[in-house]
């Protein structure tokens, strides 16, 4: 059962207005990022755990936005996809990924089942040590 028009009329406007949201998001954290000073994130006394507390929060700040730059990586990929014909279509085994799947993550490149195949292969080792 191909995508019918109207669901990918629906889904790509989904992405689009993702995408938008997005962008907003990623220039409003950069200017963000460039507008705080190290001294504005630790304070006026800068101690060790006001240096930590301001490491954290600019840590935090730049995973945001490779987060927010990832997704739109993948909505523009998506986006791709859909105009060369191949959206829809799992990049591992070929079927068609469902409709319930798309609607929740509409740039996924695999079905369900290859997904969880791909994330038990390349999940990453719990790292913490004591």
């Known amino acids: ?3 019918s028009k109207k669901e ?3 889904l ?3 992405m689009e207005s993702r995408r938008t949201a997005l962008e907003a998001e990623a220039h409003a954290d950069a200017d963000k990022a460039r507008g705080e000073s190290y001294a504005e994130l630790s304070g006026g006394v800068a101690d060790e755990g006001d240096e930590a507390v301001a490491d954290l929060l600019a840590d935090i700040d730049n995973a945001e ?8 990586r993948a909505l523009d990929a998506a986006l791709e996809r859909m105009a060369d ?9 070929g079927v068609e990924i ?5 609607k929740v993550e509409p740039a996924a490149l695999r079905c369900i ?7 038990k292969t ?3 080792p719990d790292r913490s040590r004591l």
Not at 85 to 93: D, K, M
């Open 12 to 14: 790509k406007r989904q």
């Open 65 to 72: 936005l490779s987060r927010d730059l990832a997704e739109l």
């Open 113 to 119: 089942e290859c997904q969880r195949v791909h994330e």
């Open 85 to 93: 014909g191949s959206y829809g279509n799992c990049i591992e085994c």
């Open 1 to 3: 059962m191909s995508l």
């Open 8 to 10: 990918l009329d629906r």
């Open 98 to 102: 469902d409709i319930a799947r798309l």
């Open 122 to 124: 390349y999940a990453q």
